[in-house]
């Protein structure tokens, strides 16, 4: 089974500022995918970023930015010019290369990212 | 819209009463599935349907039931809930076409409570 850690349980970063979130994961699988969503007060799930295992470059979505290391088995996100509708909890989530019947997510259990005026 | 309809969205309700939370999405996707979200524990998976009459346990499908008699439609039956359910509840689907369907869409939430 995969596991997908979040060791940093809340964060606090001031407009304007970046932070950065880690993520790692266990997975004997060489072909995967990972993702970033954030969970607003809202409560609705919104991806954010997506990132294929088998692509070097890292991905990118505006002010979001991924720093993939497939060896070290980590995946960080990074918030750039961070703003007041960042305030959020980000989620980091994985899925095996879906074959057969597995397409499930296994999501970290989060990180409260506060933006602060 | 593309979009992901769970109804209801709040829910208040007691011990053994059975309840039904309806998903539906317009996308035409083959695959649907529901996740429950605890605090310290992110979103686990309960069940899913990889097409009409094709569903499967995903990791606590314990005193939970679903059904999959339309593709647009998964509802998630709990026959006699109990107050350990009380949760966050997420139905998501996702197209099985590769290179397309990596990508899950979530529904807006559910949230239960059993007294």
């Known amino acids: 089974a995969q596991t997908v850690t979040q060791s940093q349980p809340e964060m606090s970063v001031q407009e304007a500022e970046t932070v950065t979130l880690s993520c790692t994961y266990d997975?004997?699988?060489?072909?995967?995918?990972l993702f970033w969503y954030k969970q607003p007060p809202s409560r609705q799930m919104i991806l954010v970023i997506r990132?294929?295992?088998?692509?070097?470059q890292n991905a990118t979505e505006n002010r979001f930015s991924v720093n993939f290391q497939k060896a070290a088995k980590s995946f960080s996100l990074k918030i750039s010019d961070s703003q007041l509708g960042d305030t959020a909890m980000y989620f980091c989530?994985?899925?095996?290369?879906?074959?057969?019947?597995?397409?499930?997510?296994?999501f970290g259990a989060g990180t409260t990212v506060t933006v602060r005026a | 819209e593309a979009q992901v309809t769970q109804n209801p969205r709040y829910l208040i309700t007691v011990t053994g009463k059975k309840l039904t939370v309806t998903c539906s999405q317009n996308?035409?996707?083959?695959?649907m599935s529901w996740y429950r979200q605890d605090p310290g524990l992110g979103l686990r998976q309960i069940y899913y349907?990889?097409?009409?009459?094709?569903?499967d346990k995903g990791d606590v499908p314990e005193g939970y039931k679903v059904s999959r008699k339309e593709k647009r439609n998964f509802p998630l039956i709990l026959e006699s809930p109990s107050p350990n359910q009380t949760s966050l509840y997420f139905c998501?689907?996702?197209?099985?076409?590769?290179?397309?369907?990596?990508?899950?869409?979530f529904g807006p939430g559910t949230r239960l409570l059993v007294l």
């Open positions: 998501a689907s996702s197209s099985t076409i590769r290179d397309r369907g990596e990508t899950q869409y």
């Open positions: 997975t004997s699988e060489s072909n995967y995918y």
């Open positions: 990132q294929e295992a088998y692509k070097q």
């Open positions: 989530a994985f899925m095996k290369e879906r074959r057969r019947n597995d397409y499930k997510l296994s």
């Open positions: 996308m035409n996707h083959e695959y």
């Open positions: 349907s990889m097409n009409v009459e094709v569903t």
